[in-house]
């Protein structure tokens, strides 16, 4: 049976809420709030360089981006959400601060792949430095 109200909540929720299209997020607990932690000290790292918004920050199960080899998500419509795996988390600090860059990018300043270092769809090895990041969003504000 074709359920529309359930279908509309569903799309409500993923219009407003902090639900990705197929990451799911994990429960939070306290081990899972340390994590989400890590990456909310980085966005604070970032706030030094450039004003960003309030971003909207979930650790999500690996699944289906164990798949997909996603390394992370950022929304493209009018939310300010990321969505972090944990597997992402596993990885050195330079691979999770870019992939975090390039999800703010997304997120924040709704920008789209292109060929550049860090908004190229595909994770580049090795990840950009520390300073490299910091520049990008130094460039950034000069738009
Ligand atoms: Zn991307």
């Known amino acids: 049976m074709y359920k529309f109200k359930e279908y509309l909540t569903e799309a409500r929720r993923q219009r407003h809420g902090t639900d990705s ?3 799911k997020n994990k429960k939070m607990s306290p081990e899972v709030y340390k994590l989400r932690r890590v990456i909310i000290d980085m966005i604070y790292e970032f706030k ?17 981006a164990e798949e997909k080899n996603t390394m992370g998500v950022g929304t493209m419509d009018d939310r300010v959400v990321i969505w972090i795996p944990e597997k992402t988390l596993k990885r050195s600090e330079d691979t999770l601060r870019e992939v975090i860059a390039h999800e703010i990018g997304h997120a ?8 550049s270092k860090m908004m190229n769809s595909t994770m580049n090895y090795p990840a950009m430095t520390k300073q490299e990041v910091f520049d990008w969003f130094k460039s950034l504000k000069k738009k």
């Open 108 to 115: 924040v300043f709704k920008l789209r792949h292109d060929n």
């Open 48 to 64: 030094k360089i450039i004003d960003l918004p309030r971003i909207t920050v979930r650790v999500t199960e690996d699944g289906e």
């Open 21 to 23: 299209e197929y990451l």
